[in-house]
């Protein structure tokens, strides 16, 4: 009688044509991830992105030493390192032609993925290195795991502070910035403009916001997930410093224009009369802008304004677009 095969071997077609699949979605996968343009994410979005950078290269540079290993290639540290090789070109080229993509390049992405691959050596390694005794294994996996850890703890460290931050300035009302911590500048974003944090015309605390206004139209800044609920408060108020640029006499008048903007608006198509908007002339010097909420209730056409749901705070120059920099404080409600 013929000896019957329990367990037939893979056909060799179907051992490359699994790990070619896997590793072929894998890379669609991170190249979605990294060249596609994405649409506003905010900040809690951008930090879980960033969170990811790592463990999907690790994934990426574990998935082309098999399918290398697959193919044939030995020994496997050789593998190993070609695959680290593929892995880093790859993304490294997804970060340079973002920019042609409207995406931004990021040198602390790059080195995240970095990270991704050197974890992913490490998990290589130890399966490469066998031992015999359960606790052998035990050991070396629980070693492993742990330098792993700590090696993808690395880039994560400020997205996880930005996680935070978010948490934090949630429950901060009824203060909405007082740009004490560097981080704060992390809440805010500069149109055509150039924000720093400066012991200039602070009037809370140490710290203010510098807005330098650049070329380009509409400069100014804007506050894209402040503390949403304010139905609590009777107004908005924050601190004004305006410094005119070299080529403006004093004559020439400085207008900027105040948006507020609740998730409604952004619901219903962003239709220019469905927003607060007031124009605020600026002269030299130090300044406090009011602002009423029950001003703001009433501004949108046909419907009243959320203050549960607030989602944008906005400041920005109007034509003539002016040289100069603005320095904001204390933005608060009361």
């Known amino acids: 009688m013929p000896e019957r095969i329990l367990n037939p071997p893979m056909a060799p077609s179907t051992a490359i044509l699994l790990p070619g699949l896997f590793l072929f979605c894998l890379l669609v996968a991170l190249a979605g991830m990294l060249l596609v343009p994405l649409p506003e994410v905010g900040r809690v979005g951008g930090a879980l992105l960033d969170l990811c950078h790592a463990p999907a290269s690790a994934i990426a540079t574990c998935a082309v ?13 050789l593998g190993a390192i070609a695959s680290g090789f593929l892995v880093i070109c790859f993304t490294g080229f997804a970060e340079a032609v973002q920019p042609l993509m409207g995406r931004t390049a990021s040198l602390a ?13 490490l998990w290589i390694y130890a399966s490469q290195w066998n031992r015999s005794s359960f606790l052998g294994s035990l050991i070396k996996w629980s070693s492993i795991g742990m330098l792993s850890l700590g090696l993808l703890m ?14 934090y300035q949630q429950h901060q009302l009824p203060e909405i910035a007082s740009f004490e911590h560097s981080f704060e500048l992390t809440r805010w974003r500069g149109h055509h403009s150039q924000l720093s944090q400066v012991p200039m015309h602070a009037t809370s605390g140490d710290w203010a916001l510098e807005v330098k206004l650049g070329k380009g139209k509409y400069p100014g800044v804007k506050l894209t997930e402040p503390p949403e609920d304010w139905s609590q408060y009777q107004a908005l108020v924050f601190d004004l410093v305006w410094e005119k640029g070299p080529s403006m006499d004093n004559s020439q008048k400085v207008r900027f224009e105040l948006q507020l903007q609740d998730a409604e608006h952004q619901r219903s198509g962003y239709d220019p009369e469905d927003r607060y908007r007031r124009v605020i002339e600026l002269q030299p010097g130090p300044q406090e802008i009011r602002v009423e909420l029950g001003e703001v209730l009433y501004s949108p056409a046909g419907r009243l304004f959320d203050l549960s749901e607030v989602r944008l705070l906005s400041l920005f120059a109007l034509r003539p677009f002016p040289e100069g920099t603005l320095y904001l404080d204390s933005v608060r409600l009361e």
Do not use: C, K
């Open 109 to 121: 992405d790059l080195i995240a993925n970095g990270v991704g691959v050197a974890v992913a050596m």
């Open 65 to 77: 030493f098999y399918f290398l290993h697959s193919l044939g290639i030995r020994p496997w540290i």
């Open 154 to 167: 690395l880039p994560s460290w400020r997205p996880m502070e930005i996680l935070a931050d978010t948490h």
